[in-house]
T-cell receptor
Framework: GESVGLHLPTLSVQEGDNSIINCAYS??????FIWYKQESGKGPQFIID???NMDKRQGQRVTVLLNKTVKHLSLQIAATQPGDSAVYFC?????????????WGAGTKLIIKP | DTEVTQTPKHLVMGMTNKKSLKCEQH?????MYWYKQKAKKPPELMFV???????INESVPSRFSPECPNSSLLNLHLHALQPEDSALYLC?????????????FGPGTRLTVL
């Protein structure tokens, strides 16, 4: 089965609050991680990525944290807005072990409460 | 132009029909992908083309036949499909097929097999 998993399939957050979406992985050989956002009726859209030589990377309103000790990845969204409603997928790359392709997690649906 | 386009948006076909899905990108990317996505699931990789050559076939049944006529176009020919093949078919592209760079996704073709 997939080793990239998520702790919560659905996350409800009040508009304006911060959101944290978690992801676990089991293969220590993974060296690249990426987050995608998929809105209803659309294809996945890149949010942010991080390589294993980093612990943290920031984008616009988003931060990805990587804890290699416990094999945990998280996506933090600051000041959540209605447009953030979507399914969020984490994915990892294991290099040659995965034919250099992405291994996708199950996804977390983020619901924004007004 | 950072867009991947897919046609048609929706397709309904019988089990004896032959149809084709089309994908186009003009970003100069040399890797193109077909994914299948069932509802509430992550995308599943089907095929990868690298420099217009098929590099990965994830054990996809022969009723799905990919074609890459040139570096900008990717087709998926469908023949004798089964109802369980109904899904969202996503095309994506990236600069190269390294698994370590952003994949740009199209909006998908919603396929229904009757």
């Amino acid at each position: 089965g997939e080793s990239v998993g998520l702790h919560l399939p659905t996350l409800s957050v009040q508009e304006g609050d911060n959101s944290i979406i978690n992801c676990a992985y089991s293969n220590s050989a993974s060296d690249y991680f990426i987050w995608y956002k998929q809105e209803s009726g659309k294809g996945p859209q890149f949010i942010i990525d991080i390589r294993s030589n980093m612990d943290k990377r920031q984008g616009q309103r988003v931060t990805v944290l990587l804890n290699k000790t416990v094999k945990h990845l998280s996506l933090q969204i600051a000041a959540t807005q209605p447009g953030d409603s979507a399914v969020y997928f984490c994915a990892e790359n294991r290099g040659r072990d995965s034919n250099y392709q992405l291994i996708w997690g199950a996804g977390t649906k983020l619901i924004i409460k007004p | 132009d950072t867009e991947v386009t897919q046609t048609p948006k929706h397709l309904v076909m019988g089990m004896t029909n032959k149809k084709s899905l089309k994908c186009e990108q003009h970003m100069g990317h040399r890797a193109m992908y077909w994914y299948k996505q069932k509802a509430k699931k992550p995308p599943e990789l089907m095929f990868v083309y690298s420099y217009e050559k098929l590099s990965i076939n994830e054990s996809v049944p022969s009723r799905f036949s990919p074609e890459c006529p040139n570096s900008s176009l990717l087709n998926l020919h469908l023949h004798a499909l089964q109802p369980e093949d109904s899904a969202l078919y996503l095309c994506a592209s990236s600069q190269v097929a390294s698994g370590r760079d952003e994949q740009f996704f199209g909006p998908g073709t919603r396929l229904t097999v009757l």
